[in-house]
């Protein structure tokens, strides 16, 4: 079945790095953008990051733009999200979610599946 | 950034009760609306995209409607399985953006 695994949480220091990966399943996974969508504790939705299929374009929320890269690797099938610049208000559980419509981009869209999440604490 | 407003925040409901969750946009999307349930300690499930669509595998008793800015979730007949956190979320406009969530708990 069509599934997403997120990997790659855990406790940083403010200030430090990490690297989340999300590995695909079930689907085509190069006819499908990607997103990076978190929340924190006990708090609603942010959508952090989205890339097309293709990789030719990427977008940020303006919370993490010029901290956080998005990437993609089709022949394995694994999502990325690099994360410097850590800050406690970072902290939040980290899902991966697919784009419910091939070939398509970031608007006139939804998310389906999503992962269970990685979490991520940014502490001293 | 367009701000999506769900009200109530919070209800409280019985099984075999008819719900409606409402959620406004700060402009208007469309039917660029999504609906989305989540249970504690799992990740969101879409329910409905498209303001009314409803997604494969999805109970019928789930509907959506509305267009513009002010859209409606309506859960019918209330099942133990439905009693979790509903969220909407706009996918008009960069950056996409979600309601703050409705919490149903059994009364």
């Known amino acids: 079945q069509v599934q997403v695994v997120e990997s790659g949480g855990g406790v940083v220091q403010p200030g430090g790095s990490l690297r989340l990966s999300c590995a695909a399943s079930g689907f085509t996974f190069s006819d499908y953008a990607m997103h990076w969508v978190r929340q924190a504790p006990g708090r609603g939705l942010e959508w952090v990051a989205f890339?097309?299929?293709?990789?030719?374009?990427?977008t940020y929320a303006d919370s993490v733009q010029g901290r956080f890269t998005i990437s993609r690797d089709n022949s394995k099938n694994t999502l990325y999200l690099q994360m410097n610049g850590l800050r406690s208000e970072d902290t939040a559980m980290y899902y991966c979610a697919k784009s419910g419509l091939r070939f398509a981009d970031l608007l006139y869209n939804y998310f389906a599946p999503w992962g269970q999440g990685t979490l991520v604490v940014v502490s001293s | 950034d367009i701000q999506m407003t769900q009200s109530p925040s919070s209800l409280s409901a019985s099984v075999g009760d008819r719900v409606t969750i409402t959620c406004r946009a700060s402009?208007?999307?469309?039917?660029?609306l999504n609906w989305f349930q989540q249970k504690p300690g799992e990740a969101p499930k879409l329910l409905l995209y498209?303001?009314?669509r409803l997604q494969s595998g999805v109970s019928s008793r789930f509907s959506g409607s509305g267009s513009g800015a002010d859209f409606t979730l309506n859960i019918r007949s209330l099942q133990l399985e439905d009693f979790a956190t509903y969220f909407c979320?706009?996918?008009?406009?960069?950056?996409?953006?979600f309601g703050g969530g409705t919490r149903m708990e059994i009364k």
């Open positions: 498209t303001a009314h």
């Open positions: 890339i097309r299929n293709d990789a030719t374009n990427e």
């Open positions: 402009q208007n999307i469309s039917s660029y």
């Open positions: 979320q706009q996918s008009y406009s960069s950056p996409p953006t």
